[in-house]
């Protein structure tokens, strides 16, 4: 547990450790940046022997992947340890195949922050709705996904 909440005071240590795990490390996804404030992480796939499809490109699954805790990672790091953070749901649309490296920019404002702390003050359950987009090495658009958290404040914090 100590070192659960070490790494979300330390964005550093948790990238590290995230690249590192197995389900990252052996899918070939990397946490490229991750911001001090837990409002931007830049995850990155790049094509490998190892994580292509029958068709040569890149596999659906890594691509689902490589987003998967990243929003539930942002928000635990943000809204701190009085409350519950859950991935609920996740769909993903395939675009156009991945040929290379691929990436996606994720971001959390303060203000998307501000409206999860006011809906669940109270104790309320909240399920915010996001949207990623993965992009290819020439900025365009391959996948979307859509991500449906699970957000609630512990009885013990709730007003």
Known sequence: MRLMRSMFYRPWLLRRLLNLWPPFWGAGIRIERLSRDYTHCRVGLVLRWWNKNANRTQYGGSLFSMTDPIYAMMLMASLGPDYYVWDRAACITFLKPGRGRVYADIHL??????????ATDGGDKYFPHFRINILDEHGELIAELERTL?????????S
């Open 150 to 158: 699970y957000v609630r404040k512990k009885a013990a914090n709730r």
């Open 109 to 118: 404002s303060r203000e998307r922050l501000d409206e999860i702390r006011r």
